[in-house]
Structure formats: structure tokens, C-alpha cells
């Protein structure tokens, strides 16, 4: 059974940095295209990151571009998004989702077939 678990949210100040974890067991992230998704209240769940499985192509929100970066442990079987400069309006709850449907690297999140339950980011001072 495939599990999927994001850690390493909580609540920091703005122009601080977090860093989130997605671990899963029942599969290897190197032969899954692996997004981060976000939502925050009264919105639509949005794509923030994602990376290929064979890490060739990697896409940021325009949102994120600069502060966050998405990577990969193959050898801890971990993807990490380390988020900079951190701003209130990146409150939400931040999702990792992995799928290898070989698509091409997806944005949507209904291409993406496994699912953690998500891990809350609050910026505010």
C-alpha cells in the first residue's frame, strides 16, 4: 500500500524559511514525477513545484520562482521543498503528490494518483 507523508510545516515569520519533507513508502520517487501543491482557504488547490522523475524538467509557480526549490533524496527515497523569503500570502496547506503516468511533467493535479494529507504553513508575524 503506497503512503505518502509530508512534514515539516508550522508557522514562522515573514522573510523566514521552512522546509517541507514528502516521504513515501510502496514506491520510489526516482520513477515518479513528484508536484507540491498548496491550498489555502476559500481557494483552489494550486501547483507551487514540481520535478520529472528523471529530473529533466522541473516547473516553479511564478508565485515561488526565486524562493522556493524542489529536490530530491533518491537515496532516503524523500523529496524536500525548501522555501525562502517567506511571504504571508504562502499560507495554506501544502500537499505532495506523485504520479507516473508518463505524461510529461504535469501541473494538474488530477493527473497526480498518490496523495499525502497534507502539512500546514502559516507566515505571518
Known amino acids: 500500500q503506497v503512503q505518502v507523508v509530508e512534514s515539516g510545516g508550522g508557522l514562522v515569520q515573514p522573510g523566514g524559511s521552512l522546509r517541507l519533507s514528502c516521504a513515501a513508502s510502496?514506491?520510489?520517487?526516482?520513477?515518479?514525477?513528484v508536484g507540491w501543491f498548496r491550498q489555502a482557504p476559500g481557494q483552489e488547490r494550486q501547483s507551487v513545484a514540481a520535478n520529472s522523475w528523471n529530473i529533466a524538467n522541473t516547473y516553479y509557480a511564478d508565485s515561488v520562482k526565486g524562493r522556493f526549490t524542489i529536490s530530491r533524496d533518491n537515496a532516503e527515497n524523500t523529496v524536500s521543498l525548501q522555501m525562502n523569503s517567506l511571504k504571508p500570502e504562502d499560507t495554506a496547506v501544502y500537499y505532495c503528490a506523485a504520479q507516473n503516468r508518463r505524461l510529461g511533467l504535469s501541473l494538474r493535479d488530477r493527473d497526480y494518483d498518490y496523495w499525502g494529507k497534507g502539512t500546514q504553513v502559516t507566515v505571518s508575524s
Open positions: 510502496g514506491l520510489t520517487f526516482s520513477s515518479y514525477d
